[in-house]
């Protein structure tokens, strides 16, 4: 195994809403892209199963691929998980637990679409869909004191599990960032394996906690999208996208360190004195 390509998706739809169309991709481009990958004698497979296959306790086929989905819209029950059937192909579920369509008073954060029901997530996994975590809330992990971190992680593992009746070892950063910090946390929290974007493939020897993906996106031309899954001329297929990964990925380490000074020197509380 040299190069595998695990695929990041978000949204399908046909008629995606403005939040969420930077990284849709309608139903019939996903339908030809999963063609492609049938016609070039790709084999998908869960995260979990990959990266058992990476580490010999499976058996791995010769072009593996995963194909993943960030955050649990609606619509990958309605689009995506009917053409993954036709296909015959496992997928990857990344799901934000805040944002499940019926999660009651464990609600968090802001939900930029419809979400899945717990029922939907429930029948995805029986259709061989593989759940992982994406956190309760969608933070930006590596931005959070370590108590909310935790919090995040764990809240979010523990509700999967109960829902699905299942371990959950893998997981997507929200975003895709992370930091030693977070990736330490991760692994504290129970899970063996986790996603980052950085728009490459996968080599013997990469960090389990921080694997790349390759993003697809309506925008993502069959043509490009032919070359991403054989690896060719990554760095310059994208090249803007890793341009503005590494140029933010700057800004946010200054933001925490900053918040971390800031923090450190902030005035204690006033006493009242006799």
């Not at 995260?47 to 086929?61: I, K």
């Not at 993502?220 to 990554?234: C, D, E, N, R």
């Amino acid at each position: 195994m040299t190069r595998v390509p695990i695929l990041m998706y978000h949204s399908v739809s046909d008629h995606p809403n403005d939040e969420t169309r930077p990284l849709a991709v309608s139903p019939g481009r996903f339908a030809d892209q999963l063609g492609v990958l049938r016609d070039r004698g790709f084999t998908p497979m869960t995260l979990s199963d990959l990266v058992a296959g990476m580490h010999r306790t499976a058996a791995m086929p010769d072009r593996p691929v995963a194909i993943t989905f960030d955050d649990g819209y609606a619509d990958f029950h309605s689009e995506a998980l009917p053409i993954l059937e036709r296909f015959g192909y496992p997928a990857t579920v990344f799901v934000t637990s805040g944002w499940v369509q019926d999660s009651g008073p464990a609600e968090a954060g802001r939900r930029p679409a419809p979400m899945l029901t717990w029922g939907q997530v429930r029948e995805a996994v029986s259709c061989g869909v593989e759940i992982g975590g994406h956190s309760h809330s969608h933070p930006q992990l590596d931005q959070l004191p370590v108590r909310d971190l935790r919090n995040e992680l764990r809240t979010n593992k523990t509700m999967l599990e109960d829902q699905i009746g299942r371990p959950v070892a893998t997981m997507a950063y929200p975003y895709g960032y992370s930091s030693a910090r977070v990736r330490r946390e991760v692994r504290r929290a129970g899970y063996w394996t986790a996603c980052a974007v950085a728009n490459d493939t996968v080599r013997e020897g990469d960090e389990m906690l921080a694997l790349p993906r390759l993003t697809v996106t309506e925008q993502t031309s069959m043509v490009k999208f032919g070359k991403a899954i054989t690896g060719q001329a990554l760095p310059v297929l994208y090249m803007r996208e890793r341009t503005l990964t590494k140029g933010y990925a700057l800004v946010r380490r200054t933001r925490y360190g900053l918040r971390q000074i800031s923090s450190k020197y902030a005035p204690g509380p006033v006493s009242d004195g006799d």
